[in-house]
Nanobody, 126 residues
Framework: VQLVESGGGLVQAGGFLRLSCAAS????????KGWFRQAPGKEREFVAS????????YYADAVKGRFTISRDNAKRTVYLQMFNLKPEDTAVYYC????????????????????WGPGTQVTVSS
């Protein structure tokens, strides 16, 4: 499975971006997905995750109420809508796959995920 992120860019504080994560494999629909981010000099941190069927989502406190994760299994794509962006949201954003087949639980630790994409840069100016 290969994952490729897109949609990053430069935006002013309070602005909006939508990130996409496209997968190469037909088995995409059977696995939960997660979004993580990494700012310069900081560790990679959890942002959001979504279950294999889209029925359950989980957010980091820092983005709850501002970001929305969703998926379109027919398009093998996961999305991250980011509203009211803040300078502290500046980071490289990565998507990854939870290798547990149709696993019910959602996880926030990076080691639970595999097949990381190359990332897309999000920069929020003040």
């Amino acid at each position: 499975v290969q994952l490729v992120e897109s949609g990053g860019g430069l935006v002013q504080a309070g602005g909006f971006l939508r990130l996409s994560c496209a997968a190469s494999a037909r088995t995409f629909s059977s696995y939960s997905k997660g979004w993580f981010r990494q700012a310069p000099g900081k560790e990679r941190e959890f942002v959001a995750s979504i279950s294999w069927n889209g029925g359950t989502t989980y957010y980091a406190d820092a983005v709850k109420g501002r970001f929305t994760i969703s998926r379109d299994n027919a398009k093998r794509t996961v999305y991250l809508q980011m509203f009211n962006l803040k300078p502290e949201d500046t980071a490289v954003y990565y998507c990854a796959l939870d290798p547990g087949f149709r696993r019910a639980a959602l996880f926030s630790m990076a080691y639970e995920y595999e097949h990381w994409g190359p990332g897309t840069q999000v920069t929020v100016s003040s």
